[in-house]
Structure formats: C-alpha cells, structure tokens
Antibody, heavy 117, light 103 residues
Framework: EVQLVESGGGLIQPGGSLRLSCAAS????????MSWVRQAPGKGLEWVSV???????YYADSVKGRFTISRDNSKNTLYLQMNSLRAEDTAVYYC???????????WGQGTLVTVSS | DIQMTQSPSSLSASVGDRVTITCQAS??????LNWYQQKPGKAPKLLIY???NLETGVPSRFSGSGSGTDFTFTISSLQPEDIATYYC?????FGPGTKVDIK
C-alpha cells in the first residue's frame, strides 16, 4: 500500500527552526517527484516546495531562502528543514507524491506547525 | 504566474441535488487541471485528474470537464458523505476552494 506519514511538527517560537519528516512506504521517494503543501488554519492549500527525481528543488516565494527540501534515499524519507520561522508559517504541512509532474497523490495525514511566542 | 479562481466559494444543496463548481485559469492550461476533495480535519484526496479522468475508486457521481481556461466539476447526486471543500489545481497553484454543505 502506498502511504505517507509526516512527523516533526510542534510549537516553535518565531525565528526558530524545525525539521519535518515524511516517511514513505509502497514506493521509492527518490524515483518520484515529492512535494510539501501547507494549509494555514481555516485557509486554503498553498504549495511550498518540490524535489524532482533528479534532485532539482523549487520553492514558493514565501519560503524561498528559509526552507530546504531534501530526501534520504536509504530511509525512503522526505524532509523539510524550516528556518527563520514566522507566525505566518503556522499551518498543517502535508507531503505528497507528484505524478505526471503535477498530480498530487497520495497525501500524508499532515503535521501541525505552530509558530508562536 | 497562472491564477486560479473558483465559484461559488460555498454552496448548500439538498441530498440528491446536482452540484456544479467552476474553476477558471488566468491563461490556457490545456487539460492540466485536477480536482481534490478535503473533508474536515483530513488530508486532500484526488478525485479527478487531467480535467476529466476519474481517479480509481472514486464514485461515478463525480465528474469533471473543460479545457483551456474554463473547467467544471460536478456531483450528479449529492450525498451526505460529500460534505467537504473542493479544490481545483494546476501545476503548483491551487484554487481557493468551494465549501459544500447539505441544506
């Protein structure tokens, strides 16, 4: 069964750092495009970052320079390193496999990141 | 950047009603348009890909159509379990969502 399980969320002070993990099963992370999407409380979906199978990475302007997407092939796990966190980064963060370059499926269950003092 | 709009932003309909949601892109995106369902407290779920293809396992009451800049998502007979927010998406841009409730 294809499955994604996120972890690493929590309460963090503004300016702090956090690393999210997304453990995959049923498929190989390194052979796929993988992405992070977030959803602020009561708001819609916002794409955050993508890593292509070849290793290229891209970011939304709102997180560029602060967030880093990466993967560990030996652990079949996707990561999102989040630095210089701001209140507006508060959201549920989902990881998703991206098929055909733009189809997000499946999604993980999400992990909540709260940035607050 | 391509912008996506959806209408309506919310709707209430009765069980058995036909429900239609529209999504418009700011420029031609061919058929690169997907639809997702998100139930409260849950992750989004892919329903329709490439504008009109039903994802495996998704009930046939859901359908999609359109190409270019104008797209339509339809629930032919609304069921109580369809209460959710529906999002269109092209590449790395999601529409603002349409919240569907039961009247």
């Amino acid at each position: 069964e294809v499955q994604l399980v996120e972890s690493g969320g929590g309460l963090i002070q503004p300016g702090g750092s956090l690393r999210l993990s997304c453990a995959a099963s049923g498929f190989t992370v390194s052979s796929n495009y993988m992405s992070w999407v977030r959803q602020a409380p009561g708001k819609g979906l916002e794409w955050v970052s993508v890593i292509y199978s070849g290793g290229s990475t891209y970011y939304a302007d709102s997180v560029k320079g602060r967030f880093t997407i990466s993967r560990d092939n030996s652990k079949n796990t996707l990561y999102l390193q989040m630095n210089s966190l701001r209140a507006e980064d508060t959201a549920v963060y989902y990881c998703a496999r991206v098929s055909s370059g733009y189809i997000f499926d499946p999604w993980g269950q999400g992990t909540l990141v709260t940035v607050s003092s | 950047d391509i912008q996506m709009t959806q209408s309506p932003s919310s709707l209430s309909a009765s069980v058995g009603d036909r429900v239609t949601i529209t999504c418009q892109a700011s420029q031609d995106i061919s058929n690169y348009l997907n639809w997702y369902q998100q139930k409260p407290g849950k992750a989004p779920k892919l329903l329709i890909y490439d504008a009109s293809n039903l994802e495996t396992g998704v009930p046939s009451r859901f359908s999609g159509s359109g190409s270019g800049t104008d797209f339509t998502f339809t629930i032919s007979s609304l069921q109580p379990e369809d209460i959710a927010t529906y999002y269109c998406q092209q590449w790395f841009t999601f529409g603002p969502g349409t919240k569907v409730d039961i009247k």
